[in-house]
T-cell receptor, first 116, second 116 residues
Framework: AQKITQTQPGMFVQEKEAVTLDCTYDTSDQSYGLFWYKQPSSGEMIFLIYQGSYDEQNATEGRYSLNFQKARKSANLVISASQLGDSAMYFCAMREYQRSQGNLIFGKGTKLSVKP | DTGVSQDPRHKITKRGQNVTFRCDPISEHNRLYWYRQTLGQGPEFLTYFQNEAQLEKSRLLSDRFSAERPKGSFSTLEIQRTEQGDSAMYLC??????????????FGPGTRLTVL
């Protein structure tokens, strides 16, 4: 079974509008972390935001926020005020602190295209 | 620039040849990870080092793959008798080992391998 599911292969958003990228996860660990990375066409993976399973408040980093719904096992990324430079692949990832030594499990990604 | 560096950035080889990739992590990071990313997929974990100790290996890491991290600094990933299915982007990441768990992994630019 997929541990990280990103159901949107591609998304379009108008510049300056907000967009939500979906991510659901599956784990039996009580302690885990959820990460979002951005991968532009140049290929490097850029860390955006982190949410721990015990964090009660949703994480925010500038224009990025993570909508964490633990009971639904979802960790959606919200990008506010989209910019042309936000066009990229976005990957949701999970780290299971009890089960592994620290590797990330990635989803298949969502390609975001920002329209001017 | 003190980010993660990888060398070479691109490698084209013929089937059956051996290849070796190098990763230089961020200097104060004691954890180092190798991932493989094929087209249209998220990165998949291969192996992980804490200092010089290789602590975890994925089942994806066949016996043709070997990784080392002598002295706990740079790491090498060798693929022997390459096959066309080895064609992928090989990503290296490093992170510090801090309490709290939310230690993002910093990725290098990757080595793109093409096996003809």
């Amino acid at each position: 079974a997929q541990k990280i599911t990103q159901t949107q292969p591609g998304m379009f958003v108008q510049e300056k509008e907000a967009v939500t990228l979906d991510c659901t996860y599956d784990t039996s660990d009580q302690s885990y972390g959820l990460f979002w990375y951005k991968q532009p066409s140049s290929g490097e993976m850029i860390f955006l935001i982190y949410q721990g399973s015990y964090d009660e408040q949703n994480a925010t980093e500038g224009r990025y926020s993570l909508n964490f719904q633990k009971a639904r096992k979802s960790a959606n990324l919200v990008i506010s005020a989209s910019q042309l430079g936000d066009s990229a692949m976005y990957f949701c990832a999970m780290r299971e602190y009890q089960r592994s030594q620290g590797n990330l499990i990635f989803g298949k990604g969502t390609k975001l295209s920002v329209k001017p | 620039d003190t980010g993660v560096s990888q060398d070479p950035r691109h490698k084209i080889t013929k089937r059956g040849q051996n290849v070796t990739f190098r990763c230089d992590p961020i200097s104060e990071h004691n954890r180092l990870y190798w991932y493989r990313q094929t087209l249209g997929q998220g990165p998949e974990f291969l192996t992980y080092f804490q200092n010089e100790a290789q602590l975890e290996k994925s089942r994806l890491l066949s016996d043709r793959f070997s990784a080392e991290r002598p002295k706990g600094s740079f790491s090498t990933l060798e693929i022997q008798r390459t096959e066309q299915g080895d064609s992928a982007m090989y990503l290296c990441a490093s992170s510090p080992h801090l309490a709290g768990g939310g230690n993002e992994q910093f990725f290098g630019p990757g080595t793109r391998l093409t096996v003809l």
